[in-house]
């Protein structure tokens, strides 16, 4: 008698196929009757459970990894487009947000406006309390520039201390509230840790014009905001078109001065220095010219701004140094007048923090077999606000050699009585401004007798800058100033026209 089918092996074959299929939730009940079947049904609902917790497990390390996928992507794309330290877009974003908006400008909307600011005095804070503490400043000067910008306005720092706006939608006047409401939240000062820093901000300001490029738009507020360096620090200039002219200028004159540099352009005028009671010529202030091919005699202030902003600076420093000590060493060799005559030199702040800055100097003056007595370093009191380390192990380190270290130009706004108690000074050279009107403005006589008086409680030698005449010097003579400069005594002059003067007497009485 045949066996009547077993409907189970049908079931149990649909049951494969489903889970083949992908459906893993399948399942078969077994029968009561327990026998082979029921096993191999007991054995396939094992393993499809096993397959389902499998699949469980797949799923949620895929989740997982394309979670992380997600994150490393928006790290990466946070890594291209914001700056590490504050938070702010970057360069590249800014670019393509001022992008986005020229092609609103396009389509009808306003042109936006862009701001570059750059920080007055950043330097002098990480020179003075390192980096991190610039770094703390950096992030709270971001955070102050949001809170002055609307929501539409994108805030970016482009690298170092320099931050621009993208301003979208707002008139001119809009644009130049917020560059006022950014410099009144920086007029207080700013809590870096446990340091408490004041700064301030350059600001240049270009409004687009339909069809500018992003570069070109931050190439002139860049522009705009170096006319506001170099004029009033702290300042606001509106970009100008003459302003790119003059930078190309300021392009060609760097390029000029390197060649001028190397193909022996520059020369050294002496300025005498004059002892005011023996009226004798004891000593010579290096004052750089340049004789350039088409524009003649250049004074220092037509390039010097140029040499600092380029780096040229420390070559014409290195210049002025090794020529006028060459020349100081060929007075003391033909003149017997030229013994204990002094020679001043300029240095600018970055020569002063190169490494082996001191050592170069000194260098220089055995070479030429000059004592180290008989010069003297002129450092203008702005170059000393931030007393940087370098700086200062510098002018220690030359002092101890004998090299003496001059204030220039005391009283010009940077004004420290501290800095005349530090111990590596000598000599405090008063500024012109100071001179002018003291023959007949008694308010200026009275401020000229009080910074002599602080001068000569400290220990420390005058010299009297910018005098133009006897009464002049005979009421800084009266006041106990030894030694003067200016054209009393002529301009300054090259070598050669200098020797005859060298010990020569020009007594007040004389002149």
């Known amino acids: 008698m045949a066996t009547p089918p077993d409907g189970r092996l049908d079931q149990l074959v649909e049951l494969v196929l489903e889970l083949a299929a992908g459906d893993r939730g399948a399942r078969m009940t077994p029968s009561p009757a327990s026998d082979e079947i029921d096993a191999v049904i007991v054995g396939v609902n094992m393993l499809a459970e096993e397959l389902q917790a499998l699949n469980r497990d797949l799923e949620a390390r895929v989740t997982e990894r394309t979670l992380q996928l997600e994150q490393a992507q928006q790290q990466l794309e946070r890594l291209a487009l914001y700056d590490p330290l504050t938070g702010l877009a970057n360069r590249t974003l800014l670019g393509d947000r001022i992008g986005r908006a020229m092609a609103r400008a396009d389509r009808g909307a306003a042109p936006p406006a862009v701001l570059l600011l750059d920080l007055d005095g950043f330097k002098a804070v990480n020179d003075s309390f390192g980096h991190s503490v610039g770094d703390l400043l950096l992030i709270e000067i971001g955070h102050r520039l949001r809170q002055v910008v609307r929501d539409a306005d994108t805030v970016a720092r482009l690298g170092g201390d320099e931050f621009a706006l993208v301003v979208l939608d707002a008139t001119p006047e809009q ?132 040499a600092e902003d380029t780096g040229l600076i420390t070559a014409l420093d290195r210049w002025v140094l090794r020529t006028s000590v060459r020349q100081l060493a060929r007075w003391r060799a033909t003149s017997p007048r030229a013994a204990g005559f002094s020679l001043h030199v300029n240095v600018s702040p970055a020569e002063l923090r190169t490494p082996l800055f001191a050592d170069g100097v000194l260098r220089c003056l055995a070479e030429h077999g000059v004592p180290a007595t008989d010069l003297t370093l002129e450092v203008t009191e702005s170059q000393l606000m931030g007393e940087d380390a370098e700086t200062i192990a510098a002018l220690d380190q030359l002092r101890v050699a004998g ?109």
Request: proline share 4%; with cysteine.
């Open 175 to 306: 644009v130049l509230s917020m560059a006022e409401r950014i410099r009144a939240s920086l007029q207080a000062p700013v809590q870096a840790g446990e340091r408490s820093c004041w700064v301030s901000a350059s600001i240049g300001v270009c409004f687009a014009v339909r069809g500018q490029d992003a570069d070109t738009l931050l190439r002139d507020a860049d522009t705009a905001m170096y006319a506001a360096k170099n004029g009033a620090r702290g300042s606001v200039q509106i970009f100008e078109p003459g302003m790119h002219a003059a930078a190309l200028s300021r392009v060609r004159m760097a390029e000029d001065l390197r060649h001028a540099i190397a193909d022996g352009q520059l020369v050294v005028h002496y300025q005498p220095i004059v002892d005011l009671v023996s009226g004798y010529t004891t000593g010579v202030e290096a004052l750089v010219r340049w004789e350039h091919p088409q524009r003649g005699l250049l004074a220092p202030a037509h390039f010097i701004g140029v």
């Open 403 to 511: 090299v003496g270290v001059a204030i220039d130009d005391f009283g010009t706004g940077y004004s420290s009585v501290g800095y005349l108690r530090r111990m590596f000074l000598d000599i405090v050279k008063i500024d012109r401004s100071l001179i002018t009107g003291l023959d007949s403005d008694p308010q200026q006589h009275r401020v000229a007798a009080a910074i002599l008086a602080i001068v000569d409680a400290f220990g420390l030698e005058a010299v009297a800058e910018g005098i133009e005449t006897v009464e002049q010097a005979e009421q800084l003579r009266a006041l106990g100033c030894r030694f003067g400069q200016g054209f009393l005594w002529g301009p300054a002059l090259p070598g050669p026209e200098m020797t005859p003067l060298l010990g020569f007497s020009a007594a007040l009485s004389e002149t």
